[in-house]
């Protein structure tokens, strides 16, 4: 089981964004998370799931309901598993996985395109 890190109570003030900063957007990386198989199951036919939750770590910021993050901060996960995501608490969710989502969009952002690459990152991280 993943451990807890300790956050300061003020981690994000210095962040310069707020709701008018304008989201970055991605279609192709989007439509290439879609080709992927799940981070959870492996199956395919996937949707380009966003992480909303924030982590200093990987300085992403929170997110809410009325707020969508980068496209960046997206996985591949099936339609019922993507739903399981927001019902909830999304943290508690991947942390019942195993996963650290985070770290997985961020290493798949990195590699867009090219699907040999992808398949080794979501392999990795469903063998941990």
Same mark, same amino acid.
């Given at each position: 089981? *993943?451990? =807890? @890190? &300790? &956050?300061?109570? +003020?981690?994000?003030?210095?962040d310069p964004s707020s709701k008018q900063t304008k989201r970055i957007?991605?279609?192709?990386?989007? =439509?290439?998370?879609?080709?992927? *198989?799940?981070?959870?199951s492996g199956a395919y036919g996937c949707d380009a799931c966003h992480i909303r939750y924030g982590? *200093?770590?990987?300085?992403k910021k929170h997110t809410g309901g009325q707020q969508k993050p980068d496209d960046a901060w997206t996985v591949p996960m099936t339609r019922d598993e993507h739903r399981e995501q927001h019902d909830g608490d999304e943290r508690a969710?991947?942390? &019942?996985? %195993? @996963?650290? *989502?985070?770290?997985?969009?961020?290493?798949?952002?990195?590699?867009? %395109?090219?699907? +040999?690459?992808?398949?080794?990152? @979501?392999?990795? =991280?469903?063998?941990?």
């Open positions: 089981m *993943p451990f =807890a @890190i &300790r &956050r300061h109570p +003020e981690a994000f003030t210095l957007t991605d279609d192709k990386h989007l =439509a290439f998370i879609r080709t992927l *198989p799940s981070v959870i982590d *200093p770590v990987y300085r969710f991947w942390q &019942r996985q %195993g @996963i650290d *989502p985070l770290r997985v969009a961020r290493d798949l952002y990195a590699v867009t %395109g090219d699907t +040999e690459a992808a398949l080794t990152i @979501i392999l990795s =991280a469903r063998t941990k």
